[in-house]
């Protein structure tokens, strides 16, 4: 056993866990004039140095393939390519999981300052009022102890400090919110909006939190398309240098980084009193001791935490009276469906980059259907335009058209810019099987037990797919297209993403008002604890199509408006 | 490493300011005027000997013409300087190809004329020539195709070539209607107007 050094001072308030929930957290309370003690489990970031924004291929030798070729052998030693913004791994050195015999789960985890937000596609969309109360909407799955009138007001706190590109579109599966001016859209999208119309599916300028405007001492965005690689500018909101660096500012943050939580620590009285953590750096354990403790260190990373602080008080983990922490996780269904255009190929170029990602996007439009054979909905993400070419962009072009010389030079040459692609991003409803919990026997690198997931997607979600396929391929035919993505096999379940893929992971500590079956309170609180407060995804019921962190941020911010309020009072 | 453009842009990017199209314009010319990232005769090969280093660059050229300016035979020496299995891939490739071309003109790939060497690429490239007797070469013909085509894509002058104009800063973002026209007109939307 290390020894364990406890330090002497009592922090106010200790934050587990730097993105968007931790990011806000921090804050909202500095603003606020509390002090705060952030620790965060991967190291500092340093944008001027980390981010690879505007770097060429060719100014690596290995162009972005990995220094010794990983990726040509299937080694994927950066997940989402080497030019992107530091952002974490689908398998850690020495942090493992496990899965249950049947389950395929992929967990990607960001151990850096900002955790995720410095890379994610920063699609930001509000949850409908449906999307909180579900059960009374459909009798699928149970509600949020709020509505949504009480998360609007913090909705539109977090777009006016974030930035949020958009248009109202008087939609109900798509709550309007305060927008920047929306970005126009790329050529290929415009017949994407074409088609649409001809199909009676809208698609409508993307809500992405990217600056079209400064706000709040931030550059407005100058449009190079590389949002995913962090931006020096931070027109492209993360956390890390929109929430946490300004916090840094005020003198009432200390930061940690390089520490990994270990337990949270309880007194006689059932209150947390202190957070034991790794100092990574030295190996060593060490504890610090605090007034409140609030936890966001993304929804299985949090449930773990709970499951493993147990206590006299907390035998099955701490705040888990209610047997549901680690319970009811989900994740978005994904499913892509690409085609080339014709009309596309020879067109003039010119610059496509604009914001990353798309500048359209369908949110779900078959809320009224009656007799669907799957629940809820889906939005569409639209991808196309000319990228920067990066090791691979030809890869597929190469493999089809056979030959050497000119002529591929002219396949390829004619194929770039012209492909589309969808991608369905959906809701799926909590089940009994998806779960995470602590793997008996398995440890981490520091000690500390690993999390095990169950996974398993329902009827409800494989149908989802289908209808996803269908409409793609309806999308791509109308703009005179040709698919070239697969035709959905039989077995949908290989066309569905693996839970965990899509990076939405939720619902880990549910909220509710009865402490029996949730784990916190309508503000984030757990029944049990009044001091511990979850923050990220992990509080979600349910987890809708509109993509978790717009609303990690909302109910982040409400969270800790609340906590500064019961600290004013005396109550925590 | 870093041209003045290159430096210029950190700077003007590091400082938060808005940046003119005129000068985004500016950054994309200066990437136009190509960098070569051929070594030129004079590069050492890291890995392969010199013989077959020279006999890549040849594969390269015929791969993509151009390919030897992008510094297609430096990046997959680098690499298989680096990666044992992806050495043994090319060296393995280029002792069969010079076999072949030996046992099948008495010279090899370098030393055969032009049309032999076409006659052998042929039926490397193209599945309906395929003949057993240059199977064995198959895997080595893919590898270099895929790894020439990556190289010269991610190079200036592919980049150039292919015609991306992207990677600037500009104060504010608009598609050219002459782009707008000509994808509508051969859409199937051409006649809504």
Known sequence: MPQVQKAPEVHDIVVIGSGAGGGTTVKVLTDLGIKVTLLEAGPMLNPAKDFREHMWPWEVDHRGVGPNAENYFGKDIYPFGYFLAPNGFWNIPGEPFTTAPGSDFKWFRSRIMGGRTNHYGRISLRFSDYDFKPQQFDGLGTDWPLKYDEMAPWYDKAEDFIGITGTHEGMRSAPDGKFLPPVPPRVHEQLVQRAGKKLNIPVIPSRMAMLTKSVHGRAACHYCGQCGRGCRTASAFSSSQAMVFPAMKTGLLTVIS????????????????????????????????????????????????????????????????????GRNLTDTVGHAVTGVIPALEGMPRHNSDGIGGMHVYTPWWELDKKNKDFPRGYHIEIGGGYGMPQIGSFRGVAAKAEGYGTKLKDDIRRYYGTQVSFAGRGEMIPNEKSFCEIDPVQVDQWGIPVLRFHWQWSEYELNMVKHMHKTFRGMIEAMGGRVTSPDLPANTLQAISAGGEIIHEAGTCRMGENPKTSVLNKWSQAHEVPNLLVVDAAPFNGNPDKNVTLTIVANAWRSAVHLAEEIKKGNV | MEDPSRRQLFQIIGSSLIVSPAFAQHVHSEIAAVKSLSGGATYVPKKFNRHNFLLLRKLGEIIIPGSTESGAAEYIDFLASHNDELAAIFNGGFGWLDNYMQKTYGADFLAASEAQRTEVVDKLAYTKNSVPAVAAGVPFWTWTRNMVVDAYYTSPVGVKDIGFMGNGAMSSFSVPKEAVDYALKRSPFANEG
């Open chain 1, 258 to 325: 390089g520490a990994m939580a270990r337990e949270l620590l309880v007194d006689g009285s059932g209150k947390v009193t202190g957070v034991s953590y790794v100092d990574k750096a030295t190996r060593t354990d060490k504890v610090i001791r605090c007034k409140a403790v609030v936890v966001a260190a993304s929804a299985c990373e949090s449930a773990r935490l709970l499951l493993n602080s147990k206590s006299t008080l907390f035998p099955n983990g701490l705040a888990n009276g209610s047997g549901q922490v």
